[in-house]
């Protein structure tokens, strides 16, 4: 069973960048395609970004221009640099594949507010 853990989140201003990053476990990360997702209070999860073992990435229309996914198959880590935040990007960021298939973690909060 892979486990990830996430961190960087944090407050910040709107127009402020944060770098979330989430580390895996197990020895076979690099085969997987990766995602992060969101959840902000009362409404479902959302997948905001994606990339492919091959390192192609998609992102929600929300976000596009604003943040950028990549990953380091050395650390067994996925980041999301987050520029030009928004108040409506306040929310809990979680990592998995896209299909959700490992155990979610506890996910780290990114506030954005004046």
């Known amino acids: 069973v892979q486990l990830v853990v996430e961190s960087g989140g944090g407050l910040v201003q709107p127009g402020g960048s944060l770098r979330l990053s989430c580390a895996a476990s197990?020895?076979?990360?690099?085969?997987?395609?990766m995602a992060w997702f969101r959840q902000a209070p009362g409404k479902q999860r959302e997948l905001v970004a994606a990339i492919t073992s091959g390192r192609s990435t998609a992102y929600v229309d929300s976000v596009k221009g604003r943040f950028s996914i990549s990953r380091d198959n050395a650390k067994n880590t996925v980041y999301l640099q987050m520029n030009t935040l928004k108040p409506e990007d306040t929310a809990v960021y979680y990592c998995n594949t896209p299909g959700s298939q490992w155990p979610w973690g506890q996910g780290t909060q990114v506030t954005v507010s004046s």
């Open positions: 197990g020895s076979i990360f690099s085969i997987y395609d």
